[in-house]
């Protein structure tokens, strides 16, 4: 099982930057999809940003221009990078990759994991 860390979560004032990471467990072969959620209190978990590991990332309008979304293979790593931070930026951030990783007898195993939540608290 591929268990994924997110780190960089807390409290900021409005308009200021956070940077959120995600690190795999362990040696993965891929990455192919990575994407960061969302979830305010009482509302749905909403996607945030998406990035293939083939073509270009895509995000919310509601946050398109304020967040980046990268990754960095060498360390199975992928981060948001959040600006201009607002209230309604307010939420758990959760991460989710889909990838490969070697199983059993070097069998290559398709996987999904979910990182356990940061919250992110936005001062107006």
């Known amino acids: 099982q591929v268990q994924l860390t997110e780190s960089g979560g807390g409290s900021v004032q409005a308009g200021e930057s956070l940077t959120l990471s995600c690190t795999a467990s362990r040696s993965i072969i891929s990455m192919n999809v990575m994407r960061w959620y969302r979830q305010a209190p009482g509302k749905q978990r909403e996607l945030v940003a998406t990035l293939p590991a083939r073509g270009t990332e895509s995000y919310a309008d509601s946050v398109k221009g304020r967040f980046t979304i990268s990754k960095d293979y060498r360390t199975f790593t992928v981060y948001l990078l959040m600006r201009n931070l607002e209230a309604e930026d307010t939420a758990i951030y959760y991460c989710?990759?889909?990838?490969?990783?070697?199983?059993?007898?070097?069998?290559?195993?398709?996987?999904?994991?979910w990182g356990q939540g940061t919250q992110v608290t936005v001062s107006a």
């Open positions: 989710n990759i889909e990838g490969a990783r070697s199983g059993q007898w070097g069998k290559v195993e398709p996987f999904t994991s």
